[in-house]
């Protein structure tokens, strides 16, 4: 396993389109985070998953979004009737439940709403 | 609300030379992780140096090491003899506490050049 992966890397989609995006975490990690990066900017937290269970969602997470993790392994997000303001890239990272906790993040997905 | 502050946008060293990034942050916690991560252009976060708020030692990592400063909620990130492989942006992020989300806030970055 050589970390975590994301599919799409890049996505181009017209407004009002819906979006999946997939995140498969390090095997081994039963944490999962979304975080979404605009330009200029560091990632921003989303949502989380311990396991199969999403335990927080930032107020950045409009009832547009939604993300699951159903079997605890990998993650999607998706966004329903994307906006331009939607354009960013999302993040995913994965870690470990232990007190050190550090995140493994993937490549991203560039999302470009036009 | 805890925040991460990264006060320079952009900053260039020689080939060779020393670099300090600064971050500093604000937190009501007295137990915390942070952490300083590297984004090359177009490629993942990749961690670079993580220090315990409990640990008064000031965590090494090879050619990168930091200065934290509890009292001052200071973290500043030193590269010494800086290659350029070091070009990347570079973010301090802040985790929450063992019992919250470990969710991390992270700064806005600072853009390091480094010059042949």
């Known amino acids: 396993d050589t970390g975590v992966s994301q599919n799409p890397r890049h996505k181009i989609t017209k407004r009002g389109q819906n979006v999946t995006f997939r995140c498969d975490p390090i095997?081994?990690?039963?944490?999962l985070y979304w975080y979404r990066q605009t330009l200029g900017q560091g990632p921003e937290f989303l949502t989380y998953?311990?396991?199969?269970?999403?335990?927080?969602k930032s107020r950045l997470l409009s009832d547009r979004f939604s993300a699951e993790r159903p079997k605890g392994s990998f993650s999607t997000l998706e966004i329903q009737r994307t906006e331009q303001g939607d354009s960013a890239m999302y993040l995913c990272?994965?870690?470990?439940?232990?007190?050190?906790?550090?995140?493994?993040f993937g490549p991203g997905t560039r999302l470009t709403v036009l | 609300a805890q925040t991460v502050t990264q006060s320079q946008p952009e900053m260039s060293v020689q080939e060779a030379e020393t670099v300090t990034l600064s971050c500093t942050y604000d937190?009501?916690?007295?137990?915390?992780?942070l952490f300083w991560y590297k984004q090359p252009p177009s490629r993942q976060m990749i961690l670079v140096i993580r220090?315990?708020?409990?640990?008064?030692q000031n965590a090494t990592e090879n050619r990168f090491s930091v200065n934290f400063q509890k009292a001052a909620k200071s973290f500043s990130l030193k590269i010494s003899d800086s290659q350029l492989g070091d070009a990347a942006m570079y973010f301090c992020?802040?985790?929450?506490?063992?019992?919250?989300?470990?969710?991390?806030?992270f700064g806005t970055g600072t853009r390091l050049k480094v010059l042949a």
């Open positions: 990272a994965s870690s470990l439940l232990a007190a050190t906790d550090t995140q493994y």
């Open positions: 095997s081994e990690h039963n944490r």
């Open positions: 220090q315990e708020a409990y640990k008064q």
């Open positions: 998953f311990q396991n199969e269970a999403q335990l927080e």
């Open positions: 937190t009501s916690e007295s137990d915390y992780y």
């Open positions: 992020a802040y985790r929450f506490p063992t019992s919250g989300t470990y969710k991390y806030i």
